[in-house]
């Protein structure tokens, strides 16, 4: 059966592709839960429209985080922490606790956007990448010193 896809699937295709799957699997599967439609030539101008509506949504998010990446570049934080010998933290710094700098200077992001590999153990200058859209990543230097 010919189908329009209208959103990515996994492993079956992207958004807006017409492709051949068997027939019970888009009657049982993708049809039910609205995930695709059959190819008429209606359905491929719906999906046309669709995708269109889709794109200008998306330039406009892609603009703004584009925005708030900008503005957040120009930040600096500062994490202040007890430290031991060698200049060893007690504890870390997180994810959490570079989203809780970012928000007491007023940007109000989900930790799990805040691409830190691993917490932070020493004093230093970090570099730390934040996702605020597929395309857009910022990045927001944060001081780690001792209390």
């Given amino acids: 059966m010919r189908i329009v ?13 017409v ?15 609205k995930l695709a439609l059959e190819a008429t030539p209606g359905n491929l101008k719906r999906i046309g429209q669709e995708r269109r509506v889709q ?24 994490a202040v922490r007890k430290v031991g010998e060698n200049e060893v933290l ?5 994810g959490a606790d570079v989203a809780e700098l970012l928000e ?8 799990r956007k ?3 590999e691993e917490p932070i153990k020493s004093l ?13 990543t910022a990045s927001v230097k944060v001081w780690v010193v001792k209390e």
């Fill in 114 to 116: 805040i691409l830190l």
């Fill in 19 to 33: 492709i051949e799957v068997a027939d019970g699997y888009a009657r049982n599967y993708l049809l039910p839960k």
């Fill in 55 to 78: 794109e200008v949504h998306e330039a406009k998010e892609k603009q703004e985080a584009e925005a708030l990446a900008a503005r957040i570049a120009q930040l600096s934080c500062t």
């Fill in 5 to 17: 896809l209208r959103t990515d699937v996994e492993s079956v295709g992207r958004r807006g592709e």
């Fill in 124 to 136: 230093g200058i970090y570099e730390v990448p934040i996702k605020l859209h597929p395309q857009v």
């Fill in 104 to 111: 007491k200077e007023g940007f109000s992001l989900d930790k």
């Fill in 90 to 94: 007690y504890g870390s710094v997180t």
